[in-house]
């Protein structure tokens, strides 16, 4: 049963490409969740998503990020036009169910670097 | 939200037992008390979750004082590997759609 798969694992970016990150959550987890881990900070939560729709995005900057979770397929961060800043690791997380009495499954995280 | 307060680090000897506590004085009758941890350059770890009772698993156990106001997670014999930072969070079981919020956590060293 394999876990949170996030890819790839590494990403390097020039500023002003585009960066798009993947996360298939675990099997049978329609719950996913995006954090973002600056160099030597904190997890700050950006977005959560369920099949088709964004529950909340409170987290997530208004402009150039962006992210989907399709009917089929993984679950995509997208960052525009990216800039030195947004280098970071992004983790993704899924759970069965959005209920506070459950816990989430991380994944391995992808680590971008914008050079 | 209600929050929680840990202590910023903490030292332990190899193969000695670990208590990490954690102050939650605003928590509500439906917080569920969860404990995850981020090895170095890793993605978090659940490591467990609890209501009221104490609870054991082959990671760790938490023990939940009677006013649930605090808690307690307790590696049985601390190993290298467990060096990280562990996160006690708080989460509503009945708020659908509440994200976990990652404090800054206490940073465990383990001491050969």
Same mark, same amino acid.
């Given at each position: 049963n394999a876990g949170v798969m996030?890819?790839?694992?590494?990403?390097?970016?020039?500023?002003?490409?585009?960066a798009r990150l993947r996360c298939s959550p675990m099997k049978g987890h329609s719950?996913?969740?995006?954090?973002?881990?600056?160099?030597?900070?904190?997890?700050?939560?950006?977005?959560?998503?369920?099949?088709e729709n964004i529950i909340d995005e409170s987290?997530?900057?208004?402009?150039?990020?962006s992210a989907e979770f399709p009917k089929e397929g993984p679950s995509i961060l997208r960052i525009q036009?990216?800039?030195?800043g947004d280098s970071a690791a992004y983790f993704c997380a899924s759970s069965p169910v959005g209920k506070g009495n459950y816990g989430y499954t991380f994944g391995?995280?992808?680590?971008?670097?914008v050079v | 939200?209600?929050?929680t307060t840990q202590p910023n680090s903490m030292e332990s000897n190899e193969e000695e037992p670990v208590h990490l506590p954690c102050n939650h004085s605003t928590i509500s009758g439906t917080d569920y008390i969860h404990?995850?941890?981020?090895?170095p350059s890793q993605g978090p770890e659940y490591v467990i979750h609890g209501l009221t009772s104490n609870v054991n698993n082959r990671? $760790?156990?938490? $023990?939940? $004082?009677e006013d649930r106001k605090s808690s307690t997670l307790i590696l049985h014999r601390a190993t290298l590997r467990d060096a990280a930072v562990y996160y006690c969070i708080l989460r509503d079981r009945d708020n659908y759609g509440q994200n976990f919020v990652f404090g800054p956590g206490t940073r465990l060293s383990v001491l050969p």
């Open positions: 996030q890819n790839p694992r590494h990403l390097v970016r020039r500023r002003g490409q585009e719950h996913v969740y995006w954090y973002r881990q600056l160099p030597e900070e904190g997890l700050k939560f950006m977005v959560y998503l369920q099949k987290g997530m900057p208004k402009e150039r990020f036009q990216v800039v030195r391995s995280g992808t680590r971008l670097t | 939200d209600a929050k404990w995850y941890r981020q090895l990671m $760790a156990s938490l $023990a939940i $004082a």
